[in-house]
């Protein structure tokens, strides 16, 4: 099983970025995927998810209405789409599936 996210950079504040996640070496259309991140000096935290089944999403408060997780299923990809980011959403993103993590992603919003 390997997970490779893209798609990190620098936004500035009000910014987006699209993160992207691709999987190999499973039925990807099977599993739920998970976004995570960890900020400096925090624990990680589920950014959200994204079911196998009808695609069903669900966020953190902290990222509802800003932050939208989608998949392509033909592409084996999930992708987390990012709008009106701010500082606090600074930090490496992962995303997840089962006991399965890519290396992550650093995202660091300037003010």
């Known amino acids: 099983v390997q997970l490779v996210e893209s798609g990190g950079g620098l936004a500035q504040v009000g910014g987006s970025l699209m993160l992207s996640c691709a999987a190999s070496?499973?039925?990807?259309?099977?599993?739920?995927m998970n976004w995570y991140r960890q900020s400096p000096g925090k624990e990680r935290e589920l950014v959200g998810y994204?079911?196998?089944?009808?695609?069903?999403?669900g966020y953190s408060d902290s990222v509802k209405g800003r932050f939208t997780i989608s998949r392509d299923n033909n592409k084996n990809t999930t992708y987390l789409q990012m709008n009106n980011l701010q500082p606090e959403d600074t930090g490496v993103y992962y995303c997840?599936?089962?006991?399965?993590w890519g290396q992550g992603t650093q995202v660091t919003v300037s003010s």
């Open positions: 997840n599936t089962a006991k399965n």
């Open positions: 994204i079911t196998a089944n009808r695609n069903i999403t």
């Open positions: 070496g499973f039925t990807f259309s099977r599993y739920a």
